[in-house]
């Protein structure tokens, strides 16, 4: 029997600090949960590099701050064995942004939207016992997206959908290739709700989330 966890995490410090998932917190997390393997939101191209040159940081700073800062070192002084899982298509990521098609105007109202769904989404974290990991997190993240999707579905199809099947499909090939293990996904935390659907009907696997409840 494989035993995955799921961290969500968030990529920015501040927020971090603010709502109480510091880099201490996530460390301590991981070290509780004893992976042996770690999933982490990091592309396979930017993981390659990483090994050839440690400083070499991907697109747009990528990966994230949490891996070059805690995770990258931690599998090393731990040795956990991690699997990049992220995808992204540099060239045309940027042609995908959900509020594209719509002009100056509307691009402002949409994203002062955006940002009242954010703040729905942080107000959850006052009474999770993990921040950003909680069923109430992830009632609002599915609701923004489900929105998000109604903004501009074909954006919502290439970022959202087809990430998430590609994503999903490298964890349960990890799982595979580690099985019996203890396998630790960390990720963004609004990618949480859909990595845990995709991943609870599978057999075989005690799927642990949150981690502390």
């Known amino acids: 029997m494989t ?23 996530i460390k301590e997390l991981i070290i509780e949960f004893q ?9 396979p191209s930017s993981w390659d590099k ?27 002084e731990m040795n956990y ?10 060239d045309v990521w940027l042609d995908f942004d959900p509020f594209h ?8 109202a949409l994203n002062m939207e955006l940002e009242q769904w954010f703040q729905r989404q942080l107000d959850t974290c006052r009474t999770s016992v993990i921040p ?6 992830d009632a609002v993240t599915k609701q923004k997206y489900e929105w998000l999707e109604r903004i501009n579905p074909q954006a919502h199809v290439f970022r959202w959908v087809c990430r998430h099947l590609i994503m999903i499909q490298r964890i349960k090939n990890a799982m595979k290739e580690h099985n019996g293990k203890r396998v630790l996904i ?11 659907e995709g991943l609870s009907a599978e057999k ?5 989330y949150p981690l502390r409840k």
């Open 3 to 25: 035993t995955a966890g799921i961290l969500g995490v968030v990529h920015d410090n501040n927020l971090r600090q603010q709502h109480h998932l510091t880099l201490e917190v």
């Open 35 to 43: 992976p042996e393997v770690i999933c982490g939101e990091v592309l």
């Open 50 to 76: 990483y090994k050839t040159d440690p400083e070499e940081r991907g697109y747009w700073g990528e990966p994230a701050s949490e891996y070059w800062n805690l995770i990258f070192p931690l599998c090393e």
């Open 81 to 90: 064995h991690f699997v990049p899982i992220d995808w992204v298509e540099l």
């Open 101 to 108: 098609p719509y002009d100056d105007q509307q691009r402002h």
């Open 132 to 137: 950003f990991n909680s069923v109430e997190f």
């Open 186 to 196: 960390i990720v963004g935390a609004d990618h949480n709700h859909v990595l845990h």
């Open 204 to 208: 075989n696997i005690e799927l642990v």
